[in-house]
């Protein structure tokens, strides 16, 4: 494994012995198929969902081939650069593996794009960052030494895409490349399995006449956000029995007050298909998130999942969300501390508006979410590099 960075170091030398390591032209410009290769870090589920799979499916219904592959299954990243004819990496940090990756595809012309949905990159963006006071202090001070190396990839790519308006405007401020966005859409699988969810929870759902709030937690250190809204949320629940909190995914319930907690409802991080299940059985998603850099670059993922398996969702002003939810039709947007509790009081008074909502939400993902070469999905300038 050490030596993974050697891997391409004997073929090398024999290209260039025998007057083979140049390659000309470009292989873009001989061939009229296009071929990406994308390499990854797909450690994280999420990730590998929104950011590798489904951007592979989308460029397949643009007539352009995908081959991709995890960073450290060296072979194959080798594999599907050699008749690739662009390179997409994947929050990739500089190591001797991928510099390797970095000269092989230089060796063969390779335009090279370096997509990124966090701010891993941004010393400001984790020092600002609410959530790490969640975390042991030592995690917090690995990810800001860890900075450098992603920006050091980042600087050294031709383009970069980000996944939110907000993301794009924190990257300018360190890199002169051009910075593009690709926002997280609704796949064909999303879309398919929210459909056979929303279907298994409908009876359940009406009939033991519990109405439920659900707060999906993907990574550790939500904590914090659920804070921002904790007193309201405990409030709400005290006013009714017939009220419940749903926990799902990563979440410290020690942070929970004891008198909320005898009203929550926990389910531990799952599969996706699992997890939308039990999405399903939610009246309401809640997405509050603590206002500083990172969290204004994160995309609208829990309201596309949520709106998956229809069901509406309140979020606040920070990050993309609010962008994807169209405010009194297919959810809510709470400003200010007071309107989470009015929207909660909304949608709990009114269930049949709730389930309007989600609905529409539901239709809303199918017709303006899901992946289509549209400006509000793609850059019109990440289509024109890679067909030309």
Request: with cysteine; charged share 20%; net charge negative.
């Amino acid at each position: 494994m050490h030596r993974d960075h050697m891997y391409l170091g004997k073929v090398w030398q024999t290209l260039a012995q025998k007057e083979a390591f140049h390659i000309s032209p470009a292989p873009a410009v001989l061939r009229q198929r296009r071929k990406i290769a994308l390499i990854a870090d797909m450690n994280l589920p999420q990730c590998r969902k929104y950011r590798v799979e489904q951007l592979a499916g989308f460029w397949e219904t643009q007539g352009v081939d995908v081959g991709y592959a995890h960073y450290q299954d060296v072979p194959r990243c080798v594999s599907v650069l050699q008749d690739a004819t662009h390179l997409m990496e994947y929050r990739l940090q500089n190591t001797p593996v991928t510099s390797m990756y970095r000269y092989e595809a230089h060796r063969l012309r390779l335009p090279i794009l370096y997509d990124l949905d966090d701010p891993l990159f941004s010393v400001s963006a984790y020092e600002t960052y609410q959530n790490m006071s969640a975390l042991p202090a030592s995690m917090k001070l690995h990810f800001l030494s860890e900075a450098p190396r992603y920006l050091d990839m980042m600087n050294g790519a031709d383009l970069i895409t980000v996944s939110t308006p907000g993301m794009a405007q924190h990257t300018r401020l360190y890199t002169r490349r051009p910075v593009h966005i690709r926002r997280n859409f609704a796949d064909a699988l999303t879309l398919e399995a929210g459909a056979q969810a929303q279907a298994a929870a409908g009876a359940a759902k009406r009939q033991d006449g519990v109405f439920r709030l659900a707060f999906a937690s993907g990574s550790q250190g939500h904590e914090a956000d659920f804070a921002i809204i904790q007193e309201q949320v405990s409030a709400f629940l005290a006013a009714a029995p017939q009220r419940r909190l749903m926990i799902l995914g990563h979440f410290d319930t020690d942070f929970l007050p004891t008198d909320l907690q005898k009203q929550v409802e926990t389910h531990p991080f799952t599969t996706y298909a699992r997890y939308l299940e039990t999405l399903a059985l939610a009246d309401c998603a809640i997405m509050p998130l603590a206002n500083d850099i990172f969290n204004s670059c994160k995309s609208a993922v829990r309201v596309i999942d949520a709106a998956s398996v229809g069901v509406p969702s309140i979020a606040g002003t920070v990050s993309d969300m609010a962008h994807v939810i169209r405010a009194g039709e297919t959810g809510l947007i709470a400003d200010e501390p007071e309107a989470w509790t009015t929207a909660f009081e909304q949608l709990a008074r009114d269930p049949d508006t709730a389930r309007k909502m989600g609905n529409a939400a539901r239709a809303d993902l199918e017709t303006r979410w899901s992946g289509q070469p549209e400006d509000h999905i793609i850059s019109p300038e990440i289509l024109h590099w890679v067909k030309g």
